[in-house]
């Protein structure tokens, strides 16, 4: 049993996608960081070493669509909350099939019948007002519990997250 | 996935676009492969020609995985009782992932089954 929305063990391995790298930034490979928010399903950043953002995913195991329960929670931890925009959140839905023998039958058992319903959010490069490329970074950095998101140029020195950057001018 | 008693496949539809390495040639092969397997014809609808876009739209809003910018490829199965499902939308993470979906399909219980509904 799980908690309504929860994704039960079998599903988080049918749906694992190790593996992966930066594209057009570094080509290192990306790191999968797991955080937790008040929603029942599970989140998921991959990012470079850099903090450059791939996507993040949100999965919950549901009928409804998590796509506006995502985008809040999205837009509380993004600076700024504008960053997080519809265009830039996909649903997909899995039902079972395309997951495997064992998370197939897992779900063809399972009551009520409900698919697992993921929210994709990805944010292509874009250019600021001063012309410049902007790619979405990810600060998991201690001093915030969770990952506060960012624009900011990719080959910039100043990639520095704005939430660290405010606790900086405190202390000092 | 519901079963359906005396229906059987009529049209596989998968809504793609050409630039998107999920859909070509990933999803086109496997999209041609299932429909053999299932003796349907194959419809592909491309979001980049604006009729098949409309139909497309109308489809994903319909029966799919509907956003403002939504997620390709979208694969549909249209069957004789009029209803239409829903069988898989690729996997934004990478496509090697929407491939390995593409394998478990054709490995599923699901194929199996809907494979006896096929007339002889």
């Known amino acids: 049993m799980t908690r309504s929305g929860a994704v039960s063990r079998v599903l988080v391995t049918s749906l694992a996608s190790p593996g992966g790298s930066c594209y057009r930034h570094c080509d290192r490979p990306l790191r999968i960081r797991r955080f937790a928010s008040r929603l029942p399903g599970t989140w998921q950043v991959r990012a470079c070493p850099s903090g450059v ?68 959010w990805r944010v292509y490069p874009f250019r600021g007002r001063d012309g410049k490329e902007r790619r979405l970074f990810v600060c998991f950095r201690r001093g915030h519990p969770s990952p506060v998101f960012y624009a900011a140029a990719p080959d910039s020195e100043a990639n520095r997250c704005p939430v660290c950057v405010r606790a900086a001018k405190r202390s000092g | 996935m519901p079963a359906r008693t005396g229906a059987h496949p009529q049209r596989l539809t998968v809504v793609l676009a050409p630039w998107c390495p999920h859909c070509v040639p990933l999803s086109v092969r496997n999209g041609r492969r299932l429909a053999r397997e299932l003796r ?11 009729s098949q876009e409309r139909a497309a739209d109308r489809l994903v809003r319909a029966y799919g ?12 199965l249209e069957w004789s009782d009029g ?20 394998r478990d399909l054709f490995a599923s219980d699901w194929l199996r089954a809907t494979r006896r509904a096929v007339p002889r």
């Open chain 1, 53 to 120: 953002v791939s996507v993040t995913v949100y999965t919950e195991w549901t009928r409804r669509d998590p796509t506006a329960s995502a985008r809040t929670e999205l837009k509380r931890r993004t600076v700024p909350p504008s960053l997080v925009t519809s265009w830039d959140l996909r649903l997909a839905t899995r039902h079972g099939p395309e997951l495997g023998r064992s998370a197939e039958r897992f779900l063809a058992r399972a009551r009520p019948r409900r698919g697992v319903r993921v929210v994709y």
């Open chain 2, 40 to 50: 349907v014809p194959l419809r592909i609808l491309d979001i980049d020609h604006r």
């Open chain 2, 83 to 102: 209803t239409v499902e829903h069988l898989l939308t690729g996997f934004s993470e990478q496509v090697p992932r929407t491939a390995r979906a593409w």
């Open chain 2, 65 to 76: 995985d509907a956003a403002p910018d939504y997620l390709i490829p979208q694969v549909f």
